[in-house]
Structure formats: C-alpha cells, structure tokens
C-alpha cells in the first residue's frame, strides 16, 4: 500500500510536468513585443531608414520654397551652394525662441520677433544673438525630403 501510494504521488508528479512543460516551452518561444524593436516598415516613405524621418516631398519643397515639419522643430530648403542637396535646422530663434521664417529672395531665415538673420545652414548673419541654428542631416530619397532629427 505504501509503494502504491508512492508510486501514486510520483506519477502525479510527472504528469503535472507533463502538462506544464509544453505551455512553458511555447511562452517561452512565443515573439513577444519589444517597444525597442523598430516596427515593420509600411513603406518606403513611411518609414524611412537610418533613422532619418520623412519631412515632405521634394515638389513641395521646391513650391514652396521651404519645408517646416509638422511639430515645427524642423525646417529644410535647398542648399544655395548646391542645389542638389537639402539643408535642414531646427528654426527656433536662439535669441528668445520665435520661428524663422525663410526668405527666399536673401537666402536666408529671418526671425520676426526681434530681426535675427541666419544662414540657410543656421549661422548667425546677424541681429540680437550669436548662436546659430541647430543643424541636421538631411537628404533627399525616392522624391522625399529625409532628416535625421
Ligand atoms: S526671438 Fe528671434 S530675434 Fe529675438
């Protein structure tokens, strides 16, 4: 009786084992999500890569002279010394915080607030401050404007 017993707990033993081991296996295995991982692209536009976000498409740029994303903490035009390539700041005055504004016809940002100038690439040309414009990577790609901010 007590080898029954025994033999009675040790096969309760493995089957509770048994019945564990495979949901272990698969929660182990199964692909959970990771906020770190980089979502699945949905297109090239969409997601652009090297860590570069899509700030417009190069048409726009060259309608309207100059592209200012969405949240305003990027703007982009065409480089005066090459007009090939996209230069890109962040257009936030360094004197007291209003946005540049680009003026096409001096190639340069001005500030409205206060009439500081800045190059297209964000260097101080004048006006009440001497630090420039933070600068960013930017480049063009399948027809769209790209800068790594
Ligand atoms: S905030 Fe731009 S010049 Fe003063």
Redesign the pocket.
């Known amino acids: 009786m007590n080898l029954n017993r025994r033999k009675l707990i040790s096969w309760f033993g493995l089957g509770w084992l048994a019945t564990l081991l495979p949901s272990s296996l698969v929660g182990c295995s199964e692909a959970t999500p990771n906020a770190s991982a980089p979502a699945a692209p949905e297109s090239v536009a969409a997601a652009p890569s090297g860590g570069f976000k899509l700030i417009g498409a190069v048409a726009q740029l060259d309608k309207n002279g100059s592209l200012l994303s969405d949240d305003k903490k990027v703007a982009v035009v065409r480089d005066p010394q090459d007009a090939s390539k996209v230069v890109a700041v962040n257009p936030t005055?360094t004197?007291?915080?209003?946005t540049?504004e680009w003026k096409a016809a001096n190639k340069e940002y001005v500030?409205p607030?206060?009439?500081?100038k800045f190059s297209a690439s964000g260097a101080v040309k004048g006006?009440?401050?001497s630090t420039p414009l933070p600068k960013y990577a930017a480049k063009i790609e399948n027809g769209q404007v790209l800068v790594s901010v």
Do not use: L, R, S
């Not at 004197?95 to 209003?98: A, D, M, N, T, V």
């Open positions: 005055c004197h007291k915080g209003c540049v500030c607030c206060h009439d500081a006006g009440p401050t």
